[in-house]
């Protein structure tokens, strides 16, 4: 079945240790968003890839880049985590950008930061 | 500029019908609605593109009102397995940001 991956499920990291979450996607997918929700509000768009384009939301911090090196796989990194940056992180692609595409997200990334 | 939903959380009895509303200030184009499970990721219900269209998913279904810049996602029939969190989505108009409503906490009891 086409799907998106996200690995690990839950990771645990300590305050300022640089994590990676990584997401895999078998749809043939242009798009490839990366969310932070935290608990009980909305996922909050972090950026995304349009093919190999990236686009920053403003408000996203500098501790938070992405790698996307093919179309199957992108990679969020957390340069020096902080304890407010435990939250599921999700994982969504669409086929396009039109507000016609609908977003299909992986399981997510549960991080703690101790 | 991120929706509103309203009602904030609501409870009901299994059978029972609920109506869920998504609000904006800015222009709506499309509105996307999902509900997630606690825990697990947002899955997608239904897409509502034109102003007054409606459409239908079993017992759940939605309508836009474009003018009033407004999405109901409506509920009948209420069963245990609705419980979860419904969100609105839509994107932002003249750019490629999507953002999700505030979300609507649903608890069905049996």
């Known amino acids: 079945d086409a799907m998106v991956i996200q690995n690990p499920r839950y990771q645990v990291t300590q305050f300022g240790k640089p994590v990676t979450l990584s997401c895999s996607q078998t749809?043939?997918?242009?798009?490839m968003y990366w969310y932070q929700q935290k608990s009980s509000q909305a996922p909050k768009l972090l950026f995304h890839?349009?093919?190999?384009?990236?686009?920053n939301e403003a408000d996203t911090p500098d501790n938070f880049q992405s790698r996307r090196p093919n179309t199957s796989f992108c990679f969020l990194d957390i340069r020096s985590p902080g304890l407010g940056d435990a939250a599921m992180y999700l994982c969504?692609?669409?086929?396009?950008?039109?507000?016609?595409?609908?977003?299909?997200f992986g399981p997510g990334t549960r991080l703690t930061v101790l | 500029q991120q929706p509103v939903q309203s009602p904030q959380a609501v409870i009901l009895r299994e059978g029972e019908d609920a109506v869920i509303n998504c609000s904006s200030s800015?222009?709506?184009?499309?509105v996307h609605w999902y509900r997630q499970k606690h825990g697990e990721a947002p899955v997608f219900l239904m897409i509502?593109?034109?102003?007054?269209e409606q459409k239908g998913h079993e017992k759940i279904s939605a309508s836009f009102n474009e003018k009033k810049q407004q999405s109901s996602l409506y509920l009948t029939a209420s069963q245990l397995s609705y419980s979860g969190t419904y969100f609105c989505?839509?994107?932002?108009?003249?750019?490629?940001?999507?953002?999700f409503g505030t979300g609507t906490r649903l608890k069905v009891l049996a």
């Open positions: 509502l593109l034109k102003g007054g």
């Open positions: 989505g839509t994107s932002v108009s003249g750019t490629y940001k999507y953002i």
């Open positions: 749809l043939n997918h242009n798009v």
């Open positions: 800015k222009a709506l184009y499309s």
């Open positions: 890839y349009y093919d190999k384009d990236f686009n």
């Open positions: 969504a692609t669409s086929r396009g950008l039109a507000n016609t595409d609908t977003q299909y």
